[in-house]
């Protein structure tokens, strides 16, 4: 009922900057919350930021608060990640996901819909 597609990933030196925006298809007259998810080889798949069905409230990682920004267009159904000041452990593949509902998801299994995710990878 909701498919995801995320663009913006790649390389970047520390310090840099990359935006990540994911599009949504929607098939479904249900409002959706959406976030954004990241996972390396051998980790758990963890949060990084979220945001409301309507985009005014949000919640970050501690480990990205004041770097990474997430911002949502409702009415065009994309949702973006502004990630600024990058470090090498932000390395990972990011991955957009979507949940039923207006409220912010907290935990993966909050989350009903996921995209294929970009590799955001950061080095000298």
């Known amino acids: 009922q909701v498919e995801l597609a995320e663009s913006g990933g790649g390389w970047v030196r520390p310090g840099g900057s990359l935006k990540l925006s994911c599009a949504a298809s929607i098939h479904t007259s249900k409002p959706f919350a959406m976030g954004w998810f990241r996972q390396t080889p051998g980790n758990e798949r963890e949060l990084v930021a979220a945001v409301t069905r309507s985009g005014a409230a949000s919640t970050y990682a501690d480990s990205v608060k004041g770097r990474f920004t997430i911002s949502r267009v409702k009415d065009k159904n994309t949702m973006s990640l502004q990630m600024n000041n990058l470090k090498s452990e932000d390395t990972a593949v990011y991955v957009c996901?979507?949940?039923?509902?207006?409220?912010?998801?907290?935990?993966?299994?909050?989350?009903?819909?996921w995209g294929q995710g970009t590799q955001v990878t950061v080095s000298l």
């Open positions: 996901a979507a949940r039923e509902g207006p409220a912010l998801g907290l935990a993966r299994d909050d989350y009903d819909y």
